[in-house]
Every structure is written in structure tokens, then in C-alpha cells.
């Protein structure tokens, strides 16, 4: 069974840091078994959206909303995203997610609550 366990969320000032981590179980985290693991939000009313994601070759991608504030990294099996001088927009449900080139094509975990008060 594959299994994505987020943590690290909770609740900050503005201008406070946080680090999310996420493991995954289950299938091979290998160089090639991955394409990418990623970090998304759902904001309250919002959709769910990209917030960064790591590529395969290690290649990486921002929201621009959170460029030079936030920074994500993997090791093997696990995906973090270290948050720096958060904004209360900055709030919401953070999910991690894996995409494979396989069928189901991506996994998601069950999202880590993130909440930033001014």
C-alpha cells in the first residue's frame, strides 16, 4: 500500500518558518521510479494548487507567490518544504504529492493543516 505521511504543519506568526516533511512507503523511490514530488495547497475557498515541485533530475519549480520564501528538497523517500517569512495567505491545507509513470500516475497524502496569523 502506498503511503505519503505528511507533517510539520501547524500554526505561526507572519514573518515565522515552518518545515514540512513527507515520507513515502510503498513503491520505489528510485532516480528513475519518480517523476516528480511536489507540494500543493488548498487555501480556504480555493482550489488546490502547485506550490513547488522537484523533478526528477532535480530540476525545481515555485509558485510565484512563494519564490525566494520557500525552498523544496528531497532525500530518497522523503520531500520537504522549508517555509520562511510566512504570510498569512500563506495559510491552507498543504498536500504532498508523487507522480510515477505508472498507472495511477500520481499519489497524494492527506494534507497537513498550515495556518499563519497576522
Known amino acids: 500500500q502506498v503511503q505519503l505521511v505528511e507533517s510539520g504543519g501547524g500554526l505561526v506568526q507572519a514573518g515565522g518558518s515552518l518545515r514540512l516533511s513527507c515520507a513515502g512507503s510503498?513503491?520505489?523511490?528510485?532516480?528513475?521510479?519518480?517523476?516528480?514530488m511536489g507540494w500543493y495547497r488548498r487555501a480556504p475557498g480555493k482550489e488546490r494548487d502547485l506550490v513547488a515541485v522537484?523533478?526528477?533530475?532535480?530540476s525545481t519549480d515555485y509558485a510565484e507567490s512563494v519564490k525566494g520564501r520557500f525552498t523544496i528538497s528531497r532525500d530518497k523517500n522523503t520531500v520537504y518544504l522549508q517555509m520562511n517569512s510566512l504570510k498569512p495567505e500563506d495559510t491552507g491545507i498543504y498536500y504532498c504529492?508523487?507522480?510515477?509513470?505508472?498507472?495511477?500516475?500520481?499519489?497524494w497524502g492527506q494534507g497537513t493543516q498550515v495556518t499563519v496569523s497576522s
Open positions: 504529492n508523487t507522480r510515477v509513470p505508472y498507472a495511477p500516475r500520481e499519489y
Open positions: 510503498g513503491i520505489s523511490f528510485g532516480s528513475s521510479s519518480i517523476n516528480s
Open positions: 522537484i523533478l526528477r533530475g532535480g
